[in-house]
């Protein structure tokens, strides 16, 4: 049987459980692939550091760039920009297929990574980029090429799943609730990455580009955080039936001359509470895919996790391995969709807008009224008087509208003398 060298760069959270998988589980990927998969190396920076995992001391090693030119299949997860990027650059050119998980290098530098491994002609596999073990990337390039995807939502995101549902199930306030997923350790000492919706903004530009066959990348994508969703947001969302999800959004989109483009945003999304994307709690993901044979399809699972996310990264090796055994090109996306990225101000979603109102005649319709000027239709209305009597709760649901269209009903609302305060702004999914 023939043997592939495996060299791995990095081992921290996951790469230790894909360097203990290799070794443990030797004789199965054997089977699997046709070829023995032949750990020769790991590259780490300091080679005395201590590990989760117990592994052979000889494996280490400070210099990754010898490591990877002996290698037949590099795997990289070292994380950051560089020089995990020129690593993997050099493992294409002498002919390495390449797995790695790191999104952030995806979504900065993906098209340079991917024309060299399409002119070279190796599989470059990133499953464990997107949503850790649940397998979606695959599903997308490979089990949906025969369809036309139309919309992606994914929950991508553990860190903030996890803070939104403990704010929605305990009432808490948004900075309690990031300390408390820090004290479980789902958040990092430094939360930015993930609160400010940057980690899901990387992953919804992988989605995107797959699913639209089209390079798009983190510039394309309109991000918005959740350190702005107040206890109040979630309880006036419960209180109209709507959970609030951080959410990656990638949809094709129309306009009146026929022309398609793709919007491509994360932000925090209410969503009907019976959408099955509502019933993903704690740090569990989820992608919800819509395409025009298939119909909705969800996948679920863990999003992060060393072990978890090994899972992914051992599945892209096999995939791999068995490439290099049987011969054939490699395995790549194809980039012929050419559909630009839109602005957010052209996406259409429904909206919540909140507004503290006086409780006096008339007001309803003035309010009404600026709506249906600006083209913005309602889909949903709910009024509850606050208890000094005087003034009232007003929550407006509406139908799909413009960005635009909205932030001019919004402006024109808060300039009315009876509306206090536009307490919320909310973009609604599936409605
Ligand atoms: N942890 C997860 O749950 C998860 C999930 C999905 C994807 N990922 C991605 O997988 C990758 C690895 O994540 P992780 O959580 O294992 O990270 P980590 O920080 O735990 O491990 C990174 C390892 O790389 C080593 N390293 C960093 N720079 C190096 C250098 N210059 N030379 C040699 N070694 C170097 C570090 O010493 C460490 O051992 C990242 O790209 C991450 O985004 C992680
Ligand atoms: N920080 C990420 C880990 C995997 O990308 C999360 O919270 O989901
Ligand atoms: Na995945």
Redesign the pocket.
């Known amino acids: 049987m023939k043997t592939l060298k495996v060299a791995l ?8 459980q894909v360097a203990r998988i290799l070794l443990e589980d030797a004789d199965t990927l054997a089977a699997r692939t046709g070829a023995r998969l032949e750990l020769v190396g790991i ?4 080679v005395d ?1 201590p590990r989760d995992v117990e592994l052979p001391r000889e494996l280490f090693t ?1 210099d ?1 760039s010898t490591l990877v030119a002996g290698a037949d299949l590099v795997i ?5 920009i560089e ?2 990027r020129g690593l993997i650059l050099e493992a294409i050119r002498h002919g390495a297929c390449v797995v ?6 995806l979504a900065q530098d993906g098209p340079t990574l991917y024309e060299e491994a399409d002119k070279a002609g190796v599989q470059l596999s990133y499953e ?2 997107v949503a ?1 073990a649940i397998p979606i990337l695959r599903p997308i390039r490979d089990s949906l090429s025969g369809d036309r995807i139309t919309r992606v939502l994914g929950i991508v995101n553990g860190t903030t799943n996890f803070i939104l549902d403990q704010m929605d199930s305990t009432g808490a306030q948004f900075a309690d609730a990031l300390a408390e997923a820090q004290r479980l350790g789902y958040a990092e000492a430094d939360p930015t990455a993930d609160v400010e919706g940057h980690d899901a903004a990387a992953k919804a530009a992988i989605l995107a580009a797959l699913s639209f066959h089209t390079r798009f990348s983190l510039a394309d994508v309109h991000c918005e955080g959740i350190t702005k969703v107040s206890a109040a947001d979630i309880a006036a969302a419960k209180d109209a039936g709507f959970v609030i999800k951080l959410l990656a959004i990638a949809e094709k989109l129309t306009d009146d001359d026929g022309a398609e483009g793709v919007s491509v945003r994360v932000h925090p999304t209410l969503l009907p509470r019976e959408h099955p994307l509502a019933a993903v709690r704690g740090a569990f993901n989820a992608v919800f895919v819509e395409a025009e044979n298939a119909g909705e399809l969800m996948f679920y699972g863990q ?4 072990t ?2 090994a899972s992914a990264v051992l599945g892209d090796l096999v995939s791999a391995a068995r490439r290099v055994v049987l011969g054939g090109p490699g395995r790549t996306e194809t980039t012929t969709g050419h559909v630009p990225a839109l602005p957010i101000s052209a996406s259409r979603t429904s909206y919540h807008v909140g507004l503290s109102v006086a409780d006096q005649p008339g007001v309803l319709a003035r309010i009404a009224q600026v709506f249906s000027d600006n083209g913005v239709s309602i889909e949903l209305f709910r009024q509850s008087m606050n208890t000094d009597d005087v003034t009232a709760e007003l929550r407006i649901v509406t139908h799909r509208a413009s960005e635009a269209s909205l932030a001019a009903t919004v402006e024109s609302v808060s300039q009315l003398d009876v509306v206090k305060d536009v307490t919320s702004v909310l973009r609604v999914e599936g409605v």
């Open positions: 760069l990095g081992c921290g959270n996951v790469g230790a590259a780490v920076r300091n550091s400070t990754a990289e997860l070292m994380g950051g020089p995990a790695t998980g790191n999104k952030a290098l464990a980029a850790g999003g992060a996790g060393g978890p996310t």
